[in-house]
């Protein structure tokens, strides 16, 4: 059959839901799809920073019914990138029908009871527009965005590593009861432990799901970096060349996977537009605790410090607590390195000592402790070496400590205590 062809309206309403704040993007989506095909709830799982951001509108039973593995289930069943399927999905006692779409970006959309109508090409370009839409807008966006998704996922498996040892601890209990000499009933015995080992075989492996979630192969990311320059390179005159990553790399957590890619987008846009560039090459590789971007172009090699492209750089390289090195070679092109660490920062410490410190305080000295000298703590925060030597006297006086050292061991002396 042939595809459906959007109206007049229909392209109004996708014009008019791109200029809807973030939140509401579900609920005018909703709208725009239902006059083409009709559905209870809508739930979708964008390519965000933080490895996943769902939303959701619609009959409550269905969208609190659907858990993050029933997502990260459907992600992987999907027989390919871009692409629709109508399926059930088990909600309380029962099956509801439904309808996931798979943009080309890795983001789902998620129909709860679609209607008959055969429209999937029109949903799936639908899909494709606004998933990119989504992902520009959080490219584009503050790096703050980047830095509270690199925080929020440190916290986020903090929560889940103490959720998983809760469970398994009382799992463990009651197991070691039921194993007591003391009861008798061999047979209720045996089969409450079977049950219980059942749990916790189901916890790990729910935990082990849930850390995938937010996870994704380096090999993924770098293509779909490919996919998002292929369209907008094809047409110009720079060559751009990527250069693989091993297959057998760490998995990217979600935020670093997603900033990584926005770096090296708008790294690339921005050389291509220089007329005097016209071959830039891209890799990245990963050394099990890292990734390592390059980029080098073979432009002029006049790249200053203070030029957009490398702020923009800067900003969001800083954002996931990465570092960069930038080596430009007048006449001969300039060469970035980049590297960001795939696991987060640890977590933050808080301590009664840490009562009287301004956040910014809180953060200069989070940074001494991890080892960080006056002019990598002002490269960090973006401020001068002057204003951290400030910050650094402030906290001496306010924690009565006469060096960095003893600041540090006053910090962790009541951390511990």
Not at 315 to 328: F, K, P, Y
Request: one cysteine or more.
């Amino acid at each position: 059959m042939a595809m459906v062809q959007p109206n007049g309206s229909f392209l109004r309403g996708l014009v008019g839901l791109m200029s809807v704040p973030a939140r509401d993007i579900p609920r005018e989506l909703s709208t725009l799809l239902a006059p083409h095909l009709a559905h209870s709830a809508l739930i979708i799982l964008t390519a965000d920073a933080a490895g996943g951001q769902r939303q959701e509108v619609g009959d409550p039973a269905f969208v609190e019914g659907v858990t993050a593995l029933d997502l990260d289930q459907i992600r992987r069943d999907a027989p390919k990138v871009e692409a629709v399927q109508r399926t059930a999905l088990h909600i309380g006692d029962g099956l509801r029908p439904t309808l996931h779409a798979h943009a080309r970006n890795g983001a789902l959309l998620l129909l709860a009871d679609p209607g008959p109508q055969d429209v999937d090409d029109l949903v799936l370009s639908t899909w494709n527009i606004v998933a990119l839409y989504l992902q520009k807008r959080a490219d584009e966006g503050s790096p703050r965005y980047l830095q509270h998704a690199r925080a929020a996922a440190g916290m986020r498996m903090d929560a889940l590593t103490e959720l998983a040892d809760e469970y398994s601890t009382t799992l463990e209990s009651v197991l070691a009861t039921l194993r007591s000499s003391r009861l008798d009933d061999t047979t209720a015995r045996t089969r409450a432990i079977t049950l219980a080992s059942g749990g916790l075989v189901h916890l790990r492996t729910a935990t082990d799901r849930a850390r995938t979630f937010t996870e994704e192969p380096v090999t993924t990311a770098f293509a779909r970096l490919q996919d998002d320059l292929r369209p907008i390179t094809r047409y110009r005159d720079t060559d751009v060349q990527f250069i693989e990553p091993p297959v057998d790399g760490r998995p990217l957590p979600g935020e670093v996977a997603h900033g990584a890619r926005a770096v090296v987008r708008g790294t690339i846009l921005a050389l291509t537009d220089l007329p005097d560039v016209s071959k830039v090459r891209v890799q990245w590789d990963c050394d099990g605790a890292n990734l390592l971007m390059n980029v080098r172009d073979d432009g002029k090699g006049d790249h200053s410090e203070s030029s957009v492209l490398l702020r923009f750089v800067r900003e969001r390289v800083r954002a996931l607590d990465g570092h960069i090195a930038v080596d430009a070679t007048p006449g001969w092109g300039t060469e970035m390195a980049i590297v960001i660490p795939l696991d987060p920062p640890s977590s933050v410490i808080v301590t009664s000592a840490m009562a009287n410190l301004s956040p910014r305080e809180i953060q200069v000295i989070e940074l001494l402790a991890s080892g960080y000298r006056n002019r990598l703590i002002a490269e960090r925060l973006g401020i001068s070496e002057n204003t951290v030597k400030f910050h650094v006297s402030r906290i001496l006086r306010k924690l009565g400590a006469a060096s960095r050292s003893e600041a540090i061991s006053i910090l962790y002396a009541d951390h511990r205590g």
